[in-house]
């Protein structure tokens, strides 16, 4: 029999495990989870140098898995770009792009923002016009709530090789105005490519993003991740944390194959080298990313009905497949070499029809290469039809839903001005998907469209459908609100089984790696309030301490 080197008792224990949901006591030894039970069995495990901890009433669960995260680009934003916040005002966004400005050498980048929709009505000029007057001397790309559009100043522009007249970008919107086709400095999806080509970070960069997302991660609770859409240097700076022992969670990353950025399909054999090359033993790398659509506040995400009446856009001539990125027939044919080479594909889907298109696109894969593939995501499944509720568990199919927009936020207001209300109360249907036997997962798509990581107000609006916060005011959606026992396994064991680590973390059972957080008070008993605000004390992952508070 092994000796426990540390056994916990005296609090709520939630193993996330379906055969035993609840505990009264843990034994860690070398890493691992040596057993979970009654306290009498676990202390008969005790040995006279095992350490005995009293948790006084405070919860135990497993540590909690992000699914769609972009850990560098978020780190980052927080260490070297210009970031007001979601609840700036134009003046406040101004003055933080000036103050940057005067720290800088002239022609030195100033990348950052965030921008809303709403703030476009109150430029006094063109956004080109308006940061060429706070910032002349310094290229200028601020990017909105969602990442997928711009404002850019001339200097930028120009660096960028976009000129006035110039052709359009397929994929892309490029504001102009006048016969001469002035750029306004507006940029969407792929027209995006050019600036943030002109705007990469330095692996030294990277390496100390890395560092600062690992270290956040751990103190909201995370013990692993995925990153949704990775580029090489991204995986370069992952694999070498790993090499250094910095890594503490459980990595995976989605490598991208397609995004509008790129405007081409990564072959399969550049995939499997970016794979050999960097990949880890805690590092999985057999995933791939497709982006199927934008997103609504653009017009760009694939809608089956039309958005409401806007200036330059007609209801009349809607066509769903017009925004889609990827055309169905190629979309098939990627989600189907990738299916049958191994890679689990994550799918961008923020329209209805984005979303069917990707599901129709695994149906391919499963018809050609039988049933027993890998289990491919939609991420977002920000907007699902009826229709398509029960594909997800007809296809072994994954809803990943992201950011956290299922309560009321920044955003509410810019997807109800291009939706309407009716729509809006269909956003998020997370209780829709579980009750058709969807398996869902988390994430929060930090740092595009959601200000933090935190797992935490995620739950919690999941449970009300309200900011916690009490910011925003009113629900989104209430009807598609889900108990705490609902929600919690999105974040532990579907999370775990979506990075192939099921059988190795996202539940505490005998033999899993001891990855766990301890939260103050009892979980179970808490309202959204103080759930929202239930940041853990202890962070363990593989029986180590890496964060504490």
Same mark, same amino acid.
Request: with cysteine; glycine share 10%.
């Given at each position: 029999?092994? $000796?426990a080197?540390?056994?916990?008792?005296?609090?709520?224990?939630?193993?996330?495990?379906?055969?035993q949901?609840?505990?009264?006591?843990?034994?860690?030894?070398?890493?691992?989870?040596l057993?979970? %039970?009654?306290?009498?069995?676990?202390?008969?495990?005790?040995?006279?140098?095992?350490?005995?901890?009293?948790?006084h009433?405070?919860?135990?669960?497993?540590?909690?898995?992000?699914?769609?995260?972009?850990?560098?680009?978020?780190?980052?934003?927080?260490l070297?770009?210009? *970031?007001?916040? *979601?609840?700036?005002?134009?003046?406040?966004?101004? /003055?933080?792009?000036?103050?940057?400005?005067a720290?800088?050498?002239?022609? $030195?980048?100033? @990348?950052?923002?965030?921008?809303?929709?709403?703030?476009?009505?109150?430029?006094?000029? $063109?956004?080109?016009?308006?940061?060429?007057?706070?910032?002349?001397?310094?290229?200028?790309?601020?990017?909105?709530?969602?990442?997928?559009?711009?404002?850019?100043?001339?200097?930028a522009?120009?660096?960028?090789?976009?000129?006035?007249?110039?052709?359009?970008?397929?994929?892309?919107?490029?504001?102009?105005?006048?016969?001469?086709?002035?750029?306004? %400095?507006f940029?969407?999806?792929?027209a995006?490519?050019?600036?943030?080509?002109?705007?990469?970070?330095?692996?030294?960069?990277?390496?100390?993003?890395?560092?600062?997302?690992?270290?956040?991660f751990?103190?909201?609770?995370?013990? %692993?991740?995925?990153?949704?859409?990775?580029?090489?240097?991204? #995986?370069g700076a992952?694999?070498?944390?790993? +090499?250094?022992?910095?890594?503490?969670?459980?990595?995976?990353?989605?490598?991208?194959?397609?995004?509008?950025?790129?405007?081409?399909?990564?072959p399969?054999?550049?995939i +499997?080298?970016?794979?050999?090359? *960097?990949?880890?033993?805690?590092?999985n790398?057999?995933?791939?990313?497709?982006f199927?659509?934008?997103?609504?506040?653009a017009?760009?995400?694939?809608?089956?009905?039309?958005?409401l009446?806007?200036?330059? *856009?007609?209801?009349?001539?809607?066509?769903?497949d017009?925004t #889609?990125?990827?055309?169905?027939? /190629?979309?098939?044919?990627?989600?189907?070499?990738? !299916?049958?080479?191994?890679?689990?594909?994550?799918?961008?889907?923020?329209?209805?029809?984005?979303?069917?298109?990707?599901?129709?696109?695994?149906?391919?894969?499963?018809?050609?290469?039988?049933?027993?593939?890998?289990?491919?995501?939609i991420?977002?499944?920000?907007?699902?039809?009826?229709?398509?509720?029960?594909?997800?568990?007809?296809?072994?199919? &994954?809803?990943?839903?992201?950011?956290?927009?299922?309560?009321?936020?920044?955003?509410?207001?810019?997807?109800?001005?291009?939706?309407?209300q009716?729509?809006?109360?269909?956003?998020?249907?997370?209780?829709?998907l579980?009750?058709?036997?969807?398996?869902?997962?988390?994430?929060? !798509?930090?740092?595009?469209?959601?200000?933090?990581?935190?797992?935490?107000s995620?739950?919690?609006?999941?449970?009300?459908?309200?900011?916690?916060? =009490?910011?925003?005011p009113?629900? &989104?959606?209430?009807? /598609?609100?889900?108990?705490?026992?609902?929600?919690?396994?999105?974040?532990?064991?579907?999370?775990?089984?979506?990075?192939?680590l099921?059988?190795? @973390?996202?539940?505490?059972?005998?033999?899993?790696?001891? !990855?766990?957080?301890?939260?103050?008070? @009892?979980?179970?008993?808490? =309202?959204?309030? +103080?759930?929202?605000?239930?940041?853990?004390?202890? $962070?363990?992952?593989?029986?180590?301490?890496?964060?504490e %508070?």
């Open positions: 029999m092994t $000796t080197q540390h056994i916990l008792t005296g609090g709520t224990i939630l193993t996330m495990d379906p055969a949901p609840m505990a009264e006591a843990i034994a860690l030894a070398e890493g691992r989870i057993a979970v %039970g009654r306290q009498a069995d676990i202390l008969a495990l005790a040995g006279p140098n095992t350490l005995r901890e009293d948790l009433g405070k919860t135990l669960l497993p540590g909690l898995i992000e699914s769609h995260t972009h850990a560098l680009w978020g780190a980052c934003r927080d070297f770009q210009v *970031y007001v916040g *979601y609840q700036a005002s134009l003046s406040q966004l101004a /003055q933080a792009i000036a103050a940057r400005a720290t800088l050498a002239p022609g $030195t980048w100033i @990348t950052g923002g965030p921008w809303r929709l709403d703030m476009q009505d109150s430029l006094p000029d $063109t956004p080109r016009a308006w940061l060429d007057a706070i910032a002349p001397a310094h290229p200028v790309a601020i990017a909105d709530t969602t990442q997928h559009a711009m404002w850019c100043n001339s200097a522009l120009a660096q960028a090789g976009l000129a006035d007249g110039c052709a359009p970008i397929p994929g892309g919107v490029v504001g102009q105005e006048g016969p001469d086709g002035r750029l306004t %400095g940029l969407a999806e792929a995006c490519g050019p600036v943030r080509a002109q705007t990469r970070f330095t692996p030294d960069q990277l390496d100390a993003a890395c560092a600062q997302a690992v270290g956040y751990n103190s909201l609770g995370y013990t %692993g991740f995925k990153e949704p859409s990775a580029q090489a240097e991204d #995986l992952y694999a070498r944390a790993y +090499d250094r022992g910095a890594l503490s969670l459980h990595a995976a990353a989605h490598i991208a194959a397609f995004s509008p950025l790129s405007g081409s399909t990564m399969l054999a550049e +499997d080298a970016l794979v050999a090359r *960097y990949g880890r033993a805690g590092l790398l057999r995933f791939t990313k497709l199927l659509d934008g997103v609504a506040p017009l760009t995400a694939s809608f089956l009905a039309p958005y009446p806007r200036p330059g *856009y007609d209801p009349a001539q809607h066509s769903p017009a #889609l990125l990827l055309p169905p027939e /190629q979309l098939n044919q990627l989600v189907t070499a990738h !299916d049958a080479a191994g890679y689990t594909v994550k799918m961008h889907a923020v329209g209805d029809n984005a979303a069917r298109r990707g599901l129709d696109a695994i149906a391919a894969a499963r018809q050609a290469n039988g049933p027993a593939g890998p289990r491919h995501e991420a977002h499944s920000t907007f699902i039809d009826d229709a398509d509720l029960p594909r997800f568990a007809a296809l072994n199919a &994954v809803a990943e839903v992201s950011p956290k927009l299922w309560m009321p936020n920044a955003a509410t207001a810019a997807q109800r001005a291009v939706l309407g009716a729509r809006l109360s269909q956003v998020h249907r997370i209780r829709s579980l009750q058709a036997g969807a398996e869902v997962i988390f994430g929060t !798509d930090w740092p595009a469209a959601a200000p933090d990581a935190n797992p935490w995620g739950l919690a609006g999941m449970i009300s459908r309200a900011d916690p916060s =009490g910011v925003f009113g629900q &989104v959606a209430p009807d /598609q609100a889900i108990s705490l026992a609902q929600a919690l396994p999105l974040f532990t064991r579907n999370a775990a089984r979506a990075m192939g099921e059988g190795e @973390t996202g539940m505490l059972r005998a033999g899993l790696s001891a !990855d766990f957080i301890i939260v103050p008070g @009892t979980l179970t008993k808490m =309202g959204t309030a +103080d759930i929202a605000a239930a940041l853990p004390v202890r $962070t363990v992952f593989k029986g180590a301490v890496v964060f %508070g």
